[in-house]
């Protein structure tokens, strides 16, 4: 073992040294994770958090610190050694890597870690949630000024991260958008979890990320000055984000393994960690070393990353003091939607109008009440009905960081996981639209909200069939189901306009997590209020009796989501001796955290003549009708066809719901 | 009204027109539908149909055909006008554009129209499925000889289609691979959806796709001549696929929207199809003109193609009688798998073995008995057990047109829509793999695997939080049951290593549905077939019994899955007084395609008292447990952790089973 080293660059070299002996050991006592491209990475991410990343030491929440996300989060540990070194981690919890209940879970989650901006792990996302807390950045810094919100948004991507479709649609975003505050760190390695990059990629990485208008420089990842450069000509450049590649190996600083797949997915030997240690001047026979001199080398610069947290706390106060526009806006941004009374638009019942212009007319409403809302459409604005909302608050960009809307491209997937990165920035409420049938493209942003507790807006129109000309590929048959399966999620699915209201009240007052919203294409009779009083009550509670028999005891419970509300409204109507109740249910998960009392005042256990009816994939809804009840669904494709005629041949009319009550329950 | 024209060149753009009349007649008399792109489009596609494309005049589906595929499937009229001028359809068809049951529906769908290659909407998919048919052309020619396989393979794509990155990705492994059959053509017309494409893009299209190892042409998409030069180049490239950019106007020719968002959508007002085909020199009082000088100018190489693949035929003969090893090769890759017996691994009983590893024994296995099956991992060859048949096939590339193993790198959602088009191709059986958590990145993928019938194999392993360590990124929860709710897809989820090769075999032998296959990670106790001798046909069921009171009459039955079913069975053998049948249920939907006879024999309905148990989202198993019954599953997302502890946690022990139990229905 070499003595303690003296010079500043030697401190350095021995630090990234000390935290790789961590990387090894951690994995080694958890006997897994991915020490291989932590290692390769450590240079870079040393140098970042030691020398430029803006941060306050005693405060992992500080509004306006630099945001550092993992994208490669299988290089969870690498990412704990730094924050072990900052002071919000201990040597113990590193020692708990990947046990039940540690602040080290095997991937970074955000929430569970103090200092951990993103949930990462599948890949690709890291990178565009990123890119997502760039743009909340990039507006907030112009709508609250310079002194309040002001710092760079860095990114640490692996070669499978860029390779993944949703990394390259977001790095076209935001070269569109000038993100010149986002600086992204290509460990490129040239090594992935099955063998060489070289078997599945021939691209010029530099090159494409040209074309996507963005600034590129090429280094030596593990040349501490270089990155220093690299870094600082990023921060320099302002009109274009920029990608740092820097050429790495693989495990560097391995014994034996440099270069070798076999440590990207595996904790490395004992017998190589202890020649690695030595190699690198480690004590061989300790594990977890992280020697004092170590941490003050790391923390030189706490004192003065204090002091700038400190100053920016007196601004902050001393411009709410001095601005009361400032000060109003600042109180708006941090007051959560379910505190505050929004105003909803009314409707005129009994006209005809589709849930998703209901919709438009809701989102266009709350202009003016949330200066902080923000979203966009992937390129489906005038079916989606965001088209106003884009007119009246302008199109985001490099021209127009004031900008609230944003235009995504056909880049669903982008999207949700922007929305994600936005979220998570925190200040701003995001929202984002497509068609519902290709929520299949962003499944996995979607599960990434609700993972991570972020209230983001997931709006979806063109619901079911009813789509109608467009045909099966347009035609969401499983989604609707699909996504009520998701934990943590909200979809709601409303049945006429006040419902669809009264549904996007419930997803704006949500604090921790996301909703589903979900919109026909096709005009619904609009519900009378004088006759369903009770409509936004019932709707908060997921599911509610929106008919019943006069004596309130039904023999026959109609269960119905969305566009089959009325149709059932209509075949109860049509059967008036069957006494049917009607249960609108446009919200499951809501209806299930319900008390036993109000499940059961809802759906009373003794009747068990149930019927439900959705445009949709029915599996889900026998765990309301059970095995003596009934659904009408769908479990096909549907076709291309006038909806009108869809509706007849796939049974989805007030006749066919009473030819079925009749032949099953009313001979 | 102009007279008929007269030279080749003025017969050329008359023809343009006339489909330009056809498209804006049928979308205006359906009332819906997207002429603008078709319009811009038209020039390319027409001289393209006309002068290169190598079809059989009265065979769509003859072998060596010259694959088109529409990736901008709305424009499926320029598609349906130009197999109207080939004779595939006719104007009978195009009158019924978007009509229930029609051969032209709203966007291009394979099986329901002759001349259709692939089922098109969901942007950038057709792209990538043209890729796919390009692999399995390039295969298949060194493998048959270039006298029977030997053809190109173009895709018309659109600004949406480029910006979904699922074209992106894929567009990097058609360069890695270098396929130089592959031409695509992009229609750059700038106009989308919701307006011009500047708003969400600054990339250089030309610098990008040169980035992925593509060659790049750009032209006028108008200038006919500039188009037979470009593909000619394109079919003169053989080491790289070709990207033509076409720059072209939105709506070319139509009177006064040309580059107007406002044809993308939908039709023109009856005024401008007046005075656009006033503009075009076309009879303005009638519909759907075709006149008999336009279809024989462009049947003219008719006699050429007729004999062109009469020669193939003779040729297909010959070979099969002189070369014994091909025409056993032909039979083989023309048997579908129904008609054969498979030959399956034998499994050591009491044992402990992933089925993950199970699937790899079978899938070895297959190397030689399928000499066309094909497939691959993104990234994960070891985690998913493919490193054999990779060291085995070798890898598929430019200097290895004949390996039968992909290395897609991390891009899940390129894998399976490649996968679709080498289906779509035919001759070959492709399969592709992941974390079954990832299935959310290629998840519309599957499901147009299902949409148009093809009997792709989606391989997942890493099933439930028994993944452990690697946390809840990573941990499947709502996602076999999401997949349950797609139409016509087997999800299998196999019980063990027997239950493993039983599902791999239902897989091989669909003819017309995909399947998904789903295995763990972990280890999970081998079955003896002594004790269990019906694994094999009971799989085959979907759902049969696995233990039963002696006496055969059951006074609970507990249904399990995959990694519980074993957990089942020790609940049941540690309550031997409770009357317990297990019920393994592999394959819901197989189960319920039963005869209700056989469901019965399974689930009788006099026994009420049931419990599932599955490590995932419960909701779905209430279908056979009903309003009485019991599901022990999972509601939320899991935890990094190793495996053994989370089971205990989460209940997923014989221990918390008999408790359950015990508490329900034993007390």
Redesign the interface.
Known sequence: MSTTPKTGQEMDAYTVNVIKGLIMDATRK?N??HPGGAMSSADYAYILFKEFLSFDPDNPNWWNRDRFVLSA?HESMLLYSLLTLNGYLSIKDLMEF?????KT???P?HDQTPGVEA??????QGFAMAGGMAVAETFLRHKLGQDITNHYTYVLVS???L????????A??F??WGLGRLIAYYDSNKI????P?K??????????F????WQVIEIDGHDHEAIRTAIREARAETDRPTLIIGHTTMAKGSATLEGSEKTH?SPMSPEEIVATKNKLGLPADESFFLPEDVIAHFRQRFPLLSDRSGQWSEELAAKQARDASFAALWEAIHTPASKRNIQWPDFEPGTNLATRKAFGACLNGLIDQFPNLMGG?A?????NQT?HFRETTG?F?KDNPLGRSF?????E??MGVILNGIALHGGIIPFGATFL??S??E??AI??S??QNLPVLHVFTHDSFFV???????QP??HV??L?????LLTLRPGDAWESAACFDVAMKQETRPSVLIFTRQGLPVMDPATHPHIREGVGKGGYILEDPTDGKPEIILLASGSEVHLAVGAARALPDAKIRVVSMPCMELFDEQDAAYRESVLP?TV?KRMAVEAG?P??W??YV???GEVIG????G????AE??KK?YGFTVDHIVERLRETWLK
Do not use: W
Request: hydrophobic share 30%.
């Open positions: 958890a897994s994770g989060g990947r046990q039940f209940e540690s879970p095997g991937h989650e949930t990462t792990g599948p890949l690709g070669d499978g991260d390779q993944e479709p949703v990394a390259l649609g977001s076209a975003l070269g569109q992935q979890l099955a063998g990059t078997r599945a990629d021939c691209s010029d990485t530099k090159k494409l040209e074309s996507l208008c997915g459409s390129d489906l604005d005038p079916s088209v199109i960009g235009s995504f491209g056909v880049r997937f982008p049938v290709f299949d493209y499944r996995n599960r990434m609700a993972l109608g000309e467009d045909g099966p590929t347009h048959v499983e189901s699909s009520r399966l998701i934990p943590n256990k068990r994939s599996d889900i026998y765990k059970g095995l003596d769908m479990n096909h494709f076709a291309s066809a006038p005629v869809l041949v």
